[in-house]
């Protein structure tokens, strides 16, 4: 979430500024709905539109500062939101976090995205870190109209994928059109109700389960 930070928007938080803690020097998170922290490169830039150009070193100096000058506090977990691909983020992140539980893996069903996650795999492994799991996003549209599934971009291409490097599937998440507004609008779709609602509780069941294996 460095160079196109979008999170703060889609957790109601978008205009907002961080507090600074003079005493012990330290940036104090804002707090989302439901008590989630968030730290956001958004938060630190004079307008949302700017754009953030930078090379390797000022990534690192800024994910450095990120974890180390924020007063988290207690944590349940800490969730990072990372760029596709194997390049400065996620590769400060294995330095910095060497014993981190692990990395789970999103990806669209299609071939060409795949293409790209497959290089994910490889990179997490070699780093040293544990793939968690795999999701299927964008896993096909119920049509409003028909009520049949339509396979936009593929179909069960993460699955695939996932038993290819015999990692964990964690689940399959469909296009939901009603998901869009909430988060354009920064308003969480956790509490409504529907299929997307159980998919999301079964997945992050699926995680939390494989995440105490390895403790």
């Known amino acids: 979430d460095i160079t ?11 205009n907002e500024r961080p507090a600074f803690d003079e005493k012990e020097k330290k940036i104090l998170p804002l707090e989302s709905t439901y ?25 690192m100096g800024a994910i450095t500062q990120f974890l180390s000058d924020v007063k988290w506090g207690h944590l349940d977990y800490l969730i990072i939101d990372l760029p596709p691909g ?3 983020e996620p590769l400060s992140i294995a330095q910095l976090i060497p014993k981190a539980d692990g990395v789970v893996i999103v990806s669209t069903p299609q ?27 964008m896993s096909g549209l119920i049509c409003p ?3 049949k599934e339509i396979n936009i971009f593929g179909k069960d291409g993460g699955k695939k994928a996932a038993e290819e490097f015999n990692i964990p599937f964690l ?13 354009d609008e920064g308003k969480p779709f956790v509490g409504q109700t529907g299929e997307s609602q159980t998919i999301f509780e079964k997945i992050v069941d699926n995680l939390i389960a494989e995440n105490k294996k390895n403790e």
């Open 86 to 88: 194997t390049s400065d």
């Open 4 to 14: 196109g930070p979008n999170v703060p928007k889609m957790v109601g938080l978008e």
């Open 111 to 137: 071939e060409v995205a795949l293409l790209d996650v497959k290089k994910s795999i490889n990179f997490v492994r070699k780093v040293g870190l544990k793939v968690l799991g795999l999701i299927e996003n």
């Open 145 to 147: 109209h028909c009520h």
């Open 171 to 183: 689940g399959a998440i469909p296009i939901d059109p009603a998901i869009v507004p909430l988060s």
């Open 35 to 59: 008590g989630v922290k968030v730290i956001s490169m958004e938060f630190l830039l004079q307008s949302k539109t700017d754009a953030v150009i930078w090379r390797g070193p000022l990534k």
